[in-house]
């Protein structure tokens, strides 16, 4: 059963007795050297931390009352956000004192919870679900769990959830070179507030290999919520990349997106010569420079960093205050924060230089050309 991400009526009407619990205690080792600095939810995105473009769904969705469960860097969330005032949100943070994995980490933040029933989100999607659509169909059914499940090309990759032809899910199924069905789980799900009492507190427990499967051997109703909305792991380099382009371009809509969408976002007191190019969604941060003759696609500059004259920045994360030099080729690569890439380098997809770095002018070529 798939269901209409275009039911407009019920994404615009409020929903009541509904909480949020964000999961954001990742160490993002994926991200790295990005997440040396910042958790990963908090890394820029189209010109925010990625966190607050969740956030202004939830409250979009007439969501007040939002739980992060924290661990790594944990001082960061409330830092920057404080107690959620100017977003119109309450916001409450519980910390991990160790690794609880997802269901763990549910149970943890359960002395917080008001509501019947409660909205669980991955801080590391990036989605259009629509939220009162799933939680809709979670009441609907009168359901114990309902997962958002999206179909993807290749669900090699993924565990899979096959559901029957009323939407209750049947199993959970591991990778596998044969998946059954083309849905798997999206990250985000709505708890009756019964369940999440009932999970194990004080130990590690996993939703996929524990909760869901000892839910469905107990005759409980998990129901699936099928749909084609956008939607995006942005755990990788490349899928961070793209996650923030889409943002700028507008192909995921976001009321905190820091400008109108378009082929790239500038932020304030940022520099860019009138012959540079940029395109692709690309985002240029807070006191950026980019020179004559540069050419940033699909790409995003963190606060400070400087673009010398001739270079071709393409599908790249260049961390904060890092230096870009004068005709060097950077693609599909990560440059952390304060690092420098000397002029006439040439960095190809999966480099990664760490923070502090800086690699001599044309000290690294991937092509013989000079």
Not at 276 to 287: F, K, N
Request: contains cysteine.
């Amino acid at each position: 059963m798939l269901a209409d991400p275009g039911d407009a009526s019920a994404e615009r009407t409020p929903l009541r007795g509904v909480e949020a619990v964000l999961l954001v205690g990742g160490r993002g080792t994926r991200l790295r050297p990005l997440t040396l600095s910042a958790p990963k939810p908090m890394l820029p995105t189209a010109g925010v931390p990625f966190l607050r473009h969740v956030l202004s769904r939830i409250r979009s969705a007439g969501i007040t009352h939002v739980v992060l469960g924290t661990s790594y860097k944990a001082e960061v969330f409330a830092e920057h956000f404080g107690d959620g005032e100017d977003l119109g949100l309450e916001l409450e943070y519980v910390v991990e004192q160790q690794p609880l994995d997802t269901a763990g980490a549910i149970r943890n933040v359960a002395d917080r919870l008001r509501e019947p029933d409660v909205l669980v989100f991955n801080g590391d999607i990036l989605s259009g679900v629509n939220l009162g659509g799933l939680v809709g169909t979670h009441r609907a059914n009168e359901a114990d769990v309902t997962l958002h499940l999206v179909k993807v090309d290749d669900p090699r990759r993924f565990g899979c959830v096959p559901t029957d032809a009323d939407g209750r899910v049947t199993a959970f199924l591991e990778k596998t070179e044969t998946p059954p069905v083309d849905q798997i789980n999206a990250g985000c799900y709505v708890f009756r507030r019964e369940v999440i009492d009932s999970i194990p507190s004080g130990r590690p427990v996993s939703v996929e290999r524990e909760t869901f499967p000892g839910l469905l051997e107990s005759g409980a109703r998990l129901q699936g919520y099928v749909d084609a909305s956008y939607w995006l792991d942005i755990g990788t380099p490349a899928a961070f990349v793209r996650g923030s382009a889409d943002l700028v371009l507008g192909a995921v809509p976001s009321d905190a997106l820091p400008g109108e969408p378009g082929e790239a976002l500038v932020l304030d007191r940022a520099r860019v010569a009138e012959d540079a190019s940029m395109d692709g969604g690309s985002t240029v941060g807070e006191d950026c420079v980019v020179e004559s003759g540069a050419r940033i696609s699909g790409s995003t500059l963190f606060d400070g960093a400087h673009v010398d004259a001739g270079a071709v920045v393409e599908r790249c994360v260049v961390g904060k205050g890092a230096r870009v030099g004068r005709d060097a080729v950077v693609r599909g690569a990560v440059v952390g924060d304060r690092a420098v890439i000397g002029a006439g380098c040439e960095l190809l997809d999966g480099a990664r230089v760490w923070p502090g770095v800086e690699l001599p002018d044309g000290g690294i070529r991937f092509s013989a050309d000079c």
